[in-house]
């Protein structure tokens, strides 16, 4: 769980560094595809709703860090 939690992370602060908000929704979208075909085809490590849930957090977590390290990276070359 803790891979897959710094994994999501490490996505979301490199979609906040390069993307806006309708990248955040499309890797939500993605990260929730991926689980359900990995649940339906019943691979070892199911994903529960609860897992879920806190994965997408992290994720939009991670975008938020991305995002302000792109605004204080912006405000200082200027």
């Avoid at 710094?6 to 990260?31: D, E, N």
């Avoid at 609860?50 to 991305?66: D, E, N, Q, T």
């Amino acid at each position: 769980m803790l891979t897959s939690i710094l994994a999501v992370s490490v996505a979301g602060i490199l979609l906040g560094l390069r993307f806006k908000a309708a990248a955040l929704l499309a890797a939500t979208a993605v990260l929730l595809i991926g689980i359900l075909a990995w649940n339906s085809l019943e691979f070892p490590g199911h994903v529960t709703v609860g897992k879920s849930l806190i994965l997408m957090f992290f994720s939009a977590c991670g975008y938020l860090v991305g995002l302000s390290l792109s605004l204080f990276r912006n405000r200082h070359e200027e």
